[in-house]
């Protein structure tokens, strides 16, 4: 995933990890389209101190992924820190922007070296096709609320 993601509707295919994973793909682009080229003060920006900032998206998609898969899928000790949603002004955009990237690229690998039917290191009753599921379904989610605050912020619609 680039900084500057293709923003095509994923076909339709038969390789069911490829579908998942470009599903998975356009969706990150479209929370990356919502925060490139914002201000570190509109990045760090919270409506009425409401919502997420979109750089606190950017950080807490990242860390669902790691979570999610060095955690679940290698075992690796893991936690969920609520200022994941709140970074300070430490964490800029770029930084943001480019660890999302490279979680992408990290989780990417991984679904393809994996059998979709893997069972989670530490759930063993989940399935690394659920978890892209799950994974598609917060990006989602996410793509929405950061397409709500980039309204909100600057006007900026659609993409």
């Given at each position: ?17 490829e579908?998942?994973?470009?599903w998975?793909g356009?969706?990150?682009?479209a ?38 898969m ?7 000790a ?21 660890a ?60």
């Amino acid at each position: 995933m680039s900084n500057s993601p293709e923003r095509s509707v994923p076909s339709d295919q038969e390789d069911l990890r490829e579908l998942l994973l470009s599903w998975l793909g356009f969706l990150r682009g479209a929370v990356v389209v919502k925060a490139s080229g914002l201000s570190e003060q509109a990045a760090h920006w919270r409506p009425q101190g409401r919502l997420i900032t979109p750089i606190g998206i950017l950080n807490h998609l990242s860390r669902v992924e790691w979570r999610w898969m060095d955690g679940g899928f290698l075992g690796a000790a893991v936690e969920r820190d609520e200022k994941e949603f709140t970074p300070g002004p430490s964490l800029t955009l770029a930084d943001a922007l480019d660890a999302y990237a490279a979680r992408a690229e990290a989780t990417d690998a991984l679904v393809r070296r994996l059998d979709l039917m893997t069972p989670c290191a530490l759930w063993p009753d989940t399935t690394l096709r659920w978890v892209l599921l799950h994974l598609i379904n917060e990006t989602a989610r996410h793509a929405g609320h950061a397409d709500s605050v980039r309204e909100l912020i600057d006007g900026t619609v659609g993409q």
